[in-house]
């Protein structure tokens, strides 16, 4: 069920988190917004209300294991209580290995991994305390299979399909009654792309989002149906992408 469950999204100010956010809200979910950019935030949580939705905002760095705490306290403040987060943030700035982009790496090692870890810390004594609770995160299809200009990106988004199976294992063995879901998209039309800074990579990219991308509803709707199961029911797993994309 939808109705009422508080809903943390993490990278809601565009893309995915976004799309998440609004379909979570007109189906009667409390959704509360973080990211880094303010005014995005703002404009969606007042385009939820002017719908009729509930939603708060959170100026949100994932990077940074206080605002994640924040955020969890946040929600608590503005609606009682946690029921899901969404741990989505994150960044692909594509570029061959022999192009030593080695500050890009080390950031999204930053925002793809340790935000993950940073935001499951935050929520993860409030779940264990209320015995329920479900974690929901977006990995990728890189996250599956390796491709060139994609190992630093994909190793996170591995990284997260281990961790989140983890998570799943352990709280089924200690019966705190977490659910986890871990999603992955292929090409989907959002605002990733203007994060590549390798002129190669970010030609390759847009030919390849212009011919087979698809809208981000539709992963909102994929993230909708997992919250939406009964709580003794765990989905764990979810690939999503274009009809016409050999991914
Ligand atoms: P967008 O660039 O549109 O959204 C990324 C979101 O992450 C933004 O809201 C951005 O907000 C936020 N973000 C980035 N860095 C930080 C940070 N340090 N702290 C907090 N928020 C941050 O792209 P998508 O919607 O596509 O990306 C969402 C997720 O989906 C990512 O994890 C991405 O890897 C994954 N994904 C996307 C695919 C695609 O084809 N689009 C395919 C597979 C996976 P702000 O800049 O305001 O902080």
């Known amino acids: 069920m939808i109705q009422d469950k508080v809903v943390i999204v993490t990278g809601a100010s565009s893309g995915i988190g976004e799309a998440t956010a609004r379909l979570l809200a007109s189906k009667g979910a409390r959704v509360v917004l973080g990211a880094r950019r303010e005014d995005q935030l703002k404009k969606l949580a007042?385009?939820?209300q002017s719908a009729g939705g509930q939603a708060v905002y959170?100026?949100?760095?994932?990077t940074d294991p206080a605002d994640n705490t924040r955020i969890v306290?946040?929600?608590?403040?503005a609606f009682g209580s946690v029921d899901v987060m969404f741990l989505n943030a994150g960044i692909m700035p594509t570029a061959p290995l022999s192009a030593l982009k080695t500050d890009e790496w080390n950031q999204t090692v930053d925002v793809n991994i340790k935000g993950v870890l940073h935001g499951v810390a935050a929520v993860l004594p409030t779940f264990i305390r209320q015995k329920h609770g479900h974690i929901i995160t977006t990995s990728s299809v890189a996250g599956l299979k390796a491709y060139p200009g994609g190992a630093v990106?994909?190793?996170?988004?591995?990284?997260?399909r281990d961790f989140m199976e983890v998570l799943r294992i352990e709280s089924a063995q200690e019966g705190t009654n977490i659910r986890t879901a871990t999603i992955y998209p292929a090409a989907i039309k959002t605002e990733l792309l203007g994060g590549i800074s390798h002129p190669g990579s970010a030609e390759a990219m847009t030919a390849l989002y212009r011919q087979h991308g698809i809208s981000a509803d539709r992963v909102a709707s994929v993230v909708a149906f997992a919250v939406d199961q009964p709580d003794d029911t765990n989905i764990t797993e979810f690939t999503v992408g274009?009809?016409?994309?050999?991914w």
């Open 73 to 77: 306290e946040q929600a608590q403040k």
């Open 46 to 48: 007042e385009a939820i």
């Open 58 to 62: 959170q100026v949100l760095d994932v």
């Open 242 to 246: 274009p009809t016409t994309q050999p």
């Open 153 to 160: 990106y994909g190793g996170t988004k591995w990284f997260v």
